[in-house]
Nanobody, 111 residues
């Protein structure tokens, strides 16, 4: 079993940046795919970014060229760097590794 805890969310102005972190309770070295999802109020959960096969990253069209997913196997961490944030990026962001989910971290983009 793996426990995941996200951090790094908060309130940021449009155009700002945040880096989300996801800490895993055990080694993620052998896990191929890890992802970030988000869920905005009144909407379903959507895939934001996925890292698989070691280095292949896929992004939702809405965040392409603004968000970057990465992993640090030595620290059992997954990151989501978010730049040029927009109000429509406001959501709860979830880390997803294997079959496990974190509790989420709130990101609010507002002036």
């Amino acid at each position: 079993q793996v426990q995941l805890v996200e951090s790094g969310g908060g309130l940021v102005q449009p155009g700002g940046s945040l880096r989300l972190s996801c800490a895993a309770s055990r080694s993620i070295f052998s896990i191929d795919t890890m992802s970030w999802y988000r869920q905005a109020p009144g909407k379903g959960r959507e895939l934001v970014a996925r890292l698989h096969s070691g280095v292949i990253a896929d992004y939702a069209d809405s965040v392409k060229d603004r968000f970057t997913i990465s992993r640090d196997n030595a620290k059992n961490m997954v990151y989501l760097q978010m730049n040029s944030l927009k109000p429509e990026d406001t959501a709860v962001y979830y880390c997803h590794i294997d079959t496990y989910w974190g509790p989420g971290t709130q990101v609010t983009v507002s002036s």
